[in-house]
Every structure is written in structure tokens, then in C-alpha cells.
């Protein structure tokens, strides 16, 4: 038959003759998807591929010819395009074109996939998997191929175990859970996560996509970053955790082909888009997941085109909070105001222990921005806000006021934030030696660079090595990057503008300077994000990581109304302060000492020891070559010049009065100086412990258990090294100083000699013994304590009463063993119990009559107390670890699971009863027989028995 029987006669027949306008318009439509086809590699040229007639239609002559056949390998239909009834009727073009995939389906043994179209808008249907959708041209054949075999390899996504190398979280579980259940059971396409900053975005991407992989739902993945620094990051993380994927970053190699695709949005957007002729880098089909770091109104409004043009699975990922996402974002992943598929929020995480709390310090110099909240913007406003946040490569582009600029550039102003975070209120490490990792947020790179001379201006004698700027401008920003992620090592200080907003992952940084205004939401909370992951041993042994100081110079915590917990008003002085006023009261109590108290020691079995001269020197040398140090060029010291000048001379340290003593601790104490002391942590500890108790000798009082046992500690630690040369030769010395007695009568002198004989060997002790030495110091460093006044509840004025106060006195020592053992869920002794008791009624917290009411209220002492400290919340999920498989759980069983983890995090054990109550049925309407199999059940009230049982002495 020829093609021009074929026009005539039959239902459904191509008719392309140009005799009317409305013939005319019609072949301008065929023409135009002529044109879509071959772009998407469809020649066109066979004698089938146009007007393909098929039989066995429910009408009256049966037959019609198919507008377009898209044809595979042997023969096999993979798509049929329907143009002719869609111009007429979108839903007639849909039905027609189902009955034209069920006459190839007969006639193949294939049935194709379906798109219908009326030039200007194209619909693709997989009727027997998904819903009809837009999509923005036709698929290529490798594409469609891959989605035919799909539909017998695709494996089901709720039985399939997640890869817990990559993603181990319970939370990074529930969030991929989630996702696979709005794809695989809601047949949605597009999934919203928002998760705190810091707590694994990237992982759980990674985690998503190979899942997604794996069970073949997807081969090529599109991963897009908000900015380009960013896809190095990203890069090396997918590299690492996703070895078997062949990654392409656009950035660096735009014609590379692979599995998972990198790329900015501005980068992607000019690979696809084009004059329809244009056969693009990447077809609508070319990827099957699409995932986009950091969702935000700017992005999603400006880049809603790539969303819209791959036919794609979409998983958007923010950090912003659930509840401050705006309504654009939502839009585009179809979901209700508020509601996205998961999410992970910043309380959340520093309750579980994965994130550590922001705190707010007060700042003397805060910049006026405009009297309006971020909230009260119109929506153009919020627009405006975020495209001057966010340019192409994520970098601010802001003008400010010309007040504000002033402001910000003003010499003053930036010493004086400098001096507040330096010196001041900014979190140091090394026991104070060392400012903490600080990362402040410039304007620009001209105020990051004038930020950076100030600093090199004030601290000379760094050698320019403090602070860095890293800014795309300055060049060799991953080198300086990496170097300011090293933990121990300078750069202590990152000025940014733009380029670490987002993207950096130091978990040491402590300290965060805005001293930029702040204008996109989303990017605000990511710079928040920057500092709130946890790190260990930061501060030393045991002294892990507690908050980040957040330091606002510009009001942005008011513009967006945000109000983290306040930091302590008090510090902790750095360890070099601490040995400089100990070294400092120790030479003036030397001067005046009390008759009768002699520093003399002449005990020969232990060698001489030295002089009360010779130790009166050492003390004014050390005291006046720091004093000496302090250069007049900083502006911290040039303050104090007055208070200096008469101690830079060494013939001024020869005799000290306690006023000079007094006015040297308070004027002239933590002033910067050149002079750097470069020994081992662990040893100037002992020499602060030392010196402690050589003031506890002066002043005639015992010392106190807290400073001789650690003391103590070191040598008998070192007692255990005896194999090594340095150890033996002090041996006699050491199995002495491990003794109790050697202690009791230890003069001034005698304690000197024994510190610098130990100081050089305390390296060698084991890391608890060094932590327990750390500890001491904590004990001068706590703020005043102030005075709480208790409220009783109307309805008990007694027992409430004393639940408060037992709350509040055991908050106060929640590190006593037995409280340990209660909030860990490790077993009792009735010696734990008799020990808790006692430590209560000597406190004077209780009276026997109200403990006995306690105990019987509760089912015994441990039960109430665990009641009012909760039960560690890692130690609630370990307890229920053998529940049920974390690799195979649904969300609804992750959502039951962590409201019991939450009930005994606050409530410390929980009846069995309580699992069939709400909140508990809200999700699980029988209780958990209707969502556990039954040796799932027995577990989890296994373990909730066992967990009581533990509270109640053994």
C-alpha cells in the first residue's frame, strides 16, 4: 500500500495536504514534532516509522494507522506517538492512543510506550506502571529501550536493604525509606528532604542513588550544586562511598559519559538549552534521577526550567527548617504547605547527639540594617533578597547602604571585632593557647582582604599566617582550604566571601563571625550549618566539642528571627593566662611570705633541690620575657601601655608588692605577645597542677584531693613505663611521688623539683591519665552560681516541690557514677542505690519520709530517678537495637521506633501498656502487632522490661 492509500480511507491517517488554513496549521504541527523527533535522534525515514497501520481497534472498520511508530532492535515497537486526535481533544488523543499500544502490543507481543501530543505540549503514559506526564520533547532509543527493560528488572524498593556504609543513621534510614515509598507505593515523582546542616545530606543522596541503582530503577543520575566549589566535595564524597559509579563532573570534562552527572545549575541549563534544530547535550530522557543540593526559592525559581524539562525522579534537598521553607519550593515538589517528604531539624539533631547548639554572643558593635523582618518581605522582596545572595557560582552580590558599607570597611569597627573573638569571647583550644577554628563571613573579597590585614596589622608575629582569604578572587582556594580543615595547623582563621558558605565540612571550627548582612534564608541557616558538627577531644582528652559561638555584627539572628540559647557570660581563661597568674601569685607570696613558713626542703634522698632564689628567678624571668613580648603595635596592648611600661625592665620583677601582683593579673594578663611557649599541653598542665599546690603550701592551707590525685596519677602511670631509659632514671623519684605519703609533706621547693623532673616524661602517660590531669583545670572556671526560685505546682505544694529540687540537684551532678549507670541503662547494685540515697538525704534534698514516697510511687529509688534524668538517647536506640533489622524497616515502623526512643529519652522507661495509647496508635491504630511481625513484638517488650529492670537494683 502506498503511503497515499494510506491517507485515505482509514481512521487515524497523517493527512498533511495543504488546501486550507486549517490543513495548513496542521502541517505546521507535524512539522514541528518532525523536527522534535530527529533532534531526539528519530530519522524518520523508514517506510513504518510514519502512518503504521494496526488492526483490531474497537471501532466500526477496526483499522487505523499509528501517527508515528518509534521502532527498537528485531522489529519491537518502544513508542507510539499520537498527533492527529490530540489536536482536537487532549483527552481524546490519550484514549486513542492507548488503543493504538494494544493493537501493537498483539501484533508485537510488546507493548510500547505512549506519548500524544498537539505540537506544543507533550504527554508520555507507561499505562501500566504511572500516570500521564508533561514532558518537554521525546526520549532517545537507548533511553526508551532502558525504560521497556525496566519494567521487568525493577526490583521493589521496600524490601531492599539500604547500604549502611554509606549511610548509617536512623535517620538517613527514614529519610530514604520515605522517598522510596512516595515512589514506589504514591507513584510520586518528586520528593522534598530537609535536613539540618551537617548531618549527611550528600551521604544520603549517595545512599538514595545507589539503592535506586541497584534495584534498577535508575541508570544515569543528575547531581546539582548550587555553586561549582561545591562539586568537588560531592565528587569525592560519591568517589568514595559509590566506587562503582562512573562519575562525570560537567565542570571539568563536559563531554565525559558515566552514571552520575555533577553540575551547577547554570551549567546544566546551558547544555540543554537551545533552537529546537539543536540537537542538545543531554534529551529530556537522559536522566532518570535528578537531585538538587540545597532547594531554595532563588533556585527554584530560576532554575525551574531543568526541573521541568528531565523526565526524571526529582529529590530535592535543603537545609533550611521544614517550617521556613516557602511556599515556591513546595510547589515544585507538589507538596503541602509545611509538609516535605522528611525531615531532620537542627533540635532534633543536637538531641541525638549529631549536631552541636549554635550560641548567640553578645556584641558591643552591631550594624543597623533596615527596620524590617525577613518574614514581613513581599514575595519580591524575598526573590530580590536571594538573587543578590546567589550568583552563578553561589557567591554575594550585594550592594549595601551606604551607612552599613561604611561600617563595615571602618578600620575600628573590624579591630573590634577581632579584639572580641581573639581575645575575648572566642572559643580557644590547647587550653587556651590557640584560638579556635574561626570562620568569619565577609561582604566581599576587598573586605575580606582589608579583614585580613587588620589581622596581620594586630598579630605580627604570626608571620601573616593567622588568617587566610579564601574567595574565588584570591586564587588557590582548595589549597587553602584543605590547609584550614587541618585541625592542628594555621590558617586558625577563614575569611570568606561566598566560597565557604555552604560548602565547607570543619568540624573544629568553633567560632562564626557574620560580619556581612544576610539576605536568603536558605543561605543563612547553611552558614549556621558550618559550625554546628560535633568533633572530639577538641579541648583536649574527654573535652569534646559543646557548642559554636555564633557572632552577629550585622542583626541578622533579628532579621530572621531566630533566637539560639545565649553563650555563658564567663570563659575560660586560656591555660597560658591561667600559669601566667599562678606564676604571678606564687612570685609574690615568695616576697612576702609569713614568718615561720620556710620554702627550704633538705631531704638528700631526693638530690638537691633548687634555691628559694633560684626558683624566685626562674618565676621573674619567665614573667618578664612575656611581659617583654608584648609588641605596642597591637591595638589590644597599646591600651595598656601605661599598666606595661614599668615591667618591661627586668630589674622590676626583683621585688613584686601584692599591688603590682594584683594590677599586673588584671591590666596586663592575656595581652597578646610574641612570644610563643611551645610545650607539650599535657606538660604545662603539670606545671599549673604544680604550681597550685605550691600556693596551697605558701598559704598554709592541705591540698586538696583534686589536685594531689591526679598528680599522683601521673606517676603512677609513668610507673608502668619503666622500660624506657627516660622513665628508669627517675624511677626512685616516681615510685615515690605514686605514694600518699610523699604528698602530705611536700614543700614549695620539693614540688618545684618534682615538676621539673616529671614534666618532660608526662607525654608518655596514657590518654586517661592526661584527661583526668585536663580535669582539673575545670574546677576554677564555672561562673557564680545564682540562686533559682522554685515555683510549686497548685495542685501538690509538696512532692512537686521535692521532684524539682531532686531534678535540678542531679542535673547539677549528672556525672556521678550511679547517675551514669542510670541514664546509660547499665545495671544497678543496691550499693548504687544506697550511694544515691545518701548523696540525696546528705545534701539535705530529702527527708526519709519523701524519698520511701519516691521509691513506692515509682517502683523503687532508681526507677524515680531515672524518671526525672531520662535515658541517654543513644543508649535508648541500643537497648532496641535488636528489634527489627534497620536495613529492612518502613517508615512507619522508623516513625514508631523513634516515639519510643523519644518517650525514654525523657521519661526514662516506659510501661508496655503505653504502645497501645496514642501517640502510639496514631501511627500503628492495633499497637505494634499490626506493624511488627510477632518475634518483633516480643523484642521490643523484651527490651522495654529489661530497660525498667535495669533501673531496679540486681
Known sequence: ?????????????????????????????????????????????????????????????????????????????????????????????????????????????????????????????????????????????????WLIERRTRRQPLATAAIDTAIAARPYQHRAIRRIAEAFEQDRLRKALVSMAPGTGKTRTAIALTELLMRCRWIKRTLFLADRTALLTRVETAFATHLPEATLVNLAKDAGAEGDVYLSTCPGILGRIDGPIDDVPRFGPGHFDLVIVNIAHRGICRQYRAIFSYFDALLVGLTATPKEEIDRDTYGLFNLEMGIPTDAYGLDEAIADHHLVPPRTVSVPVRLQREGIAYDDLSDAEKDHGDALEWDDDGNPDTAEPEAADACLHHQDTVDEMIALVMEERGHRVADGDWIGKTLIFAKNHDHAKLIAERFDANYPQYKGQLACVITYEAGRAQTLIDAFSVADRMPRVAIAAGLLDTGIDVPEVVNLVFFRLVRSKARFWQMVGCGTRPCKNLYGPGQDKQDVLVFDFCQNLAFFDVHPEAAAATMPAPLDQRLFRARLELLARLETRPAGLSVQETRASYGNPPTPAALHDDLAQWLHRQVASMSTDHFAVRAKRRYLAPYTRREAWQRLSPAQAAELSEHVCGLPTTLRDDSDVAAKRLDLLILRLQLCVLRGEPAPGHLKTPARGVAKALLAQTCLPAVRDQAGWIEAMAGEDWWNDASVLLLEQARQRLRALVHLTDAQTRCRLASTDRTDVRGPASAIAMTACADDTGFERFRTKVRRFLRAHEHHPTLHKLRHNQPLTTADLAGLEQMLAANGIGGREEIDRARRASGGLGVFVRGLVGLDREAAKAALSGVIAKDAMTVDQCDFIHLVVTHLTGHGAMEVARLYASPFTDIAPQGPDSLFAPEAVDALVTALLQIKARAIAS
Open 1 to 145: 500500500m502506498s503511503s497515499t492509500d494510506r491517507l485515505t480511507g482509514c481512521e487515524g491517517a497523517v493527512r498533511r495536504p495543504d488546501v486550507s488554513a486549517q490543513e495548513s496549521q496542521a502541517a505546521a504541527c507535524d512539522d514541528a514534532i518532525d523536527r522534535l523527533l530527529r533532534a531526539a535522534g528519530w530519522p524518520l525515514t523508514g517506510p513504518d516509522d510514519t502512518a503504521f497501520p494496526v488492526t483490531g481497534l474497537p471501532t466500526p472498520l477496526g483499522k487505523a494507522y499509528v501517527d508515528y511508530v518509534l521502532w527498537g532492535d528485531h522489529r519491537k515497537p518502544l513508542a507510539i506517538v499520537e498527533t492527529r486526535h490530540t489536536r482536537r481533544n487532549i483527552r481524546a488523543g490519550q484514549q486513542r492512543a492507548r488503543h493504538y499500544a494494544d493493537c501493537l502490543e498483539a501484533m508485537t507481543g510488546q507493548r510500547p510506550l505512549i506519548y500524544y501530543t498537539n505540537s506544543r505540549d507533550q504527554w508520555f503514559w507507561d499505562d501500566r506502571a504511572c500516570p500521564p506526564r508533561a514532558v518537554r520533547g521525546f526520549h532517545r532509543k537507548d533511553e526508551l529501550e
